[in-house]
């Protein structure tokens, strides 16, 4: 056998082995997209449809074979239009870039501490509050139905929103490049059966717009008097300062930014245990 026929053979294998591998890998990403989501069932419903359509041919069943095979023709359609959500979302996935908060500067630094500390004044006092932080994709829709602040994300200004009685406790605030765009806003509800049945409107809230867009939603639950976290569809819940804060430099930070050394303060009167603050970090932009 000569050289070139050894390499067409090789070339031949590799491109085979490439091939497959390359199918199993999209396979594995489409399976865990749809894992867990209401896609499953749906699936399988559709299954169930393809297995009749040729049971009926088998058996000479020529009205039903008729009518599943006409409905088949527009089975592409019907993919498109059931799991829009999931597709958009990987879509999304595929194409978009890193997206980082705005922490070019040691006081976008300081809005995003401020955040956390808000959350945790608000979790001693057990006051309820949705913050949801845009990255890539625009919430613009969202903010136009809320009521428009364009402020500074600070801590007393997040506490004072979310207070009890107050006209804009109620919905979601939008963080938009470090800024709060809008408060009192109204986000779209997750109907996913792997939400815990459990939780209240403001996580399902979370989770949903997550679903839908690549936000990160932080939910402060009045009842329970802890944090959870929605990315991506997914509730990362009980969350301490530490957990809280790691996660959202991990989320909204570049690789290059310094990330923040916890420590812990002493107690104060009134709110309990003063929130973890951050050291400076050497490198993390000067103003």
């Not at 209401?38 to 359509?53: D, K, P, Q």
């Not at 057990?126 to 801590?155: C, F, H, M, N, P």
């Amino acid at each position: 056998m000569s050289l070139t026929e050894i390499w067409g053979w090789a070339r031949g294998h590799l491109l085979d082995g490439a091939d497959i591998a390359l199918i199993t890998f999209i396979m594995y990403r489409i399976i865990l997209m749809l894992k867990g989501t209401r896609a499953v069932r749906i699936l399988l419903g559709l299954a169930a449809i393809i297995f009749f359509y040729f049971f009926a041919q088998r058996v000479g069943l020529v009205a039903t074979s008729w009518l599943l095979s006409n409905f088949l023709l527009y089975a592409v359609l019907i993919v498109v239009i059931i799991f829009q959500n999931e597709i958009r979302r990987a879509l999304w996935e595929m194409g978009r870039p890193p997206t980082w908060f705005d922490v070019g500067t040691r006081g976008a630094l300081g809005e995003l501490e401020e955040i956390i500390r808000a959350t945790q004044l608000m979790v001693a006092r057990k006051v309820g509050a949705l913050i949801v932080i845009e990255r890539q994709v625009g919430l613009r829709d969202y903010i136009e139905g809320g009521v428009t602040l364009d402020a500074r994300a600070s801590k007393d200004l997040l506490l004072t929103l979310f207070l009890p009685g107050t006209p804009l406790h109620d919905g979601a605030v939008i963080i938009q490049k470090g800024r709060v765009a809008a408060a009192s806003c109204l986000l779209p509800l997750s109907h996913e059966s792997r939400v815990d049945l459990g939780l209240g409107t403001r996580h399902r809230a979370a989770v949903g717009l997550t679903e839908e867009t690549d936000a990160v939603v932080i939910v402060v639950s009045e009842e329970r008097g802890s944090v959870s976290l929605a990315v991506a569809g997914e509730l990362r819940r009980n969350l301490d300062a530490t957990q809280l804060r790691e996660q959202l430099y991990g989320l909204l930070t570049p690789p290059r930014q310094g990330r923040p050394v916890a420590r812990r303060a002493p107690k104060t009167d009134g709110a309990g245990a003063e929130p973890v603050q951050a050291a400076p970090v050497e490198g993390a932009g000067q103003p």
